[in-house]
């Protein structure tokens, strides 16, 4: 069975895809067979990012028309890549029973790791996938909203599966000691209130390649492989990949 991650952070625009895009092709390169689902599954950016453009959709599977199998784009380094699609608002409300398919669709999959690069917000749908992975990993910057959307993702998943194998990830810091107080800031925040503890992999800093790279739509490891955040993202996978239970 695969092993699924879900990145998060409530609030939009704080790094979940280009922590997604970069950490599939880290962890793809250390090994281990990975897939991305772009679980924006009604607007679709994942495929920009890794510069390419699928044929298929998340909604050719969801639809029945075509298998996971068929509409895995593959990408970069090898990470495969279920491709959400663009401006299509029925895939943002699917019921329970079609998303517990989707589920144990991803975990079946033949590859090691499954990443779902999640919605902003708190929606019924984002929430339900997120608690279906093994493990999550909540992106956060050091701003007032980005702190309370993250901990209001943390609560609810909390009240849902409990806080074990919840990762932190402070994104665009200085430095990695910004980094570690930011997150024991937030991880006080979860112990105090919500009396369970969160877990460290390591910070992303703040980086102006991680914009060029994203403008040119080439990955961070592919165009700018001595940059800081390719760095840091894969330091944070070999810490990942160390602290996963994987079948
Ligand atoms: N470590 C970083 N350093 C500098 N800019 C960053 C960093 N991470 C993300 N960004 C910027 O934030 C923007 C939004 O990132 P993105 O991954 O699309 O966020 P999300 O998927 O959460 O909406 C990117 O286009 C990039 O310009
Ligand atoms: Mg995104």
Known sequence: MAHLIGIASGKGGVGKTTMTINLAIALQKSGLSTLVLD??????NAQLMLGVKPTYTISDLISGDLTL???????????GLIPGAS???GLTNLSTATLT???????????????????????????QLLSACDSKLIIFLDE?????????????QQSKTGLDSTFLVPNKVDDQSEGKQLFSKMNGLCMS??????QYVGSIR?????????RSRSPLAKQYPESLAWHDIRLI???????????
Do not use: W
Not at 39 to 44: K, R, S, T
Not at 71 to 79: A, K, L, M, Q, R
Not at 144 to 156: E, M, N, Q, R, T
């Open 193 to 198: 209130f919500l009396s369970e503890p969160t």
């Open 206 to 214: 703040r980086d102006p390649k991680v914009l060029t790279s994203v």
């Open 39 to 44: 679980a924006d599954l009604g607007l679709a």
């Open 144 to 156: 007032p909203s980005s702190i309370a959307d993250a901990y209001g993702v943390l609560k609810i």
């Open 101 to 127: 398919d989707l589920i144990n669709l991803l975990k079946a999959s033949p590859k090691q790791i499954v990443l779902l690069d999640t919605a902003a917000g708190i929606s019924e749908q984002n929430m």
């Open 87 to 89: 401006g299509k608002e």
């Open 237 to 247: 996978a070999g810490q990942l990949a160390q602290s996963l239970t994987l079948n």
């Open 69 to 79: 199998d068929e509409i895995e784009h593959n990408c970069y380094g090898g990470v």
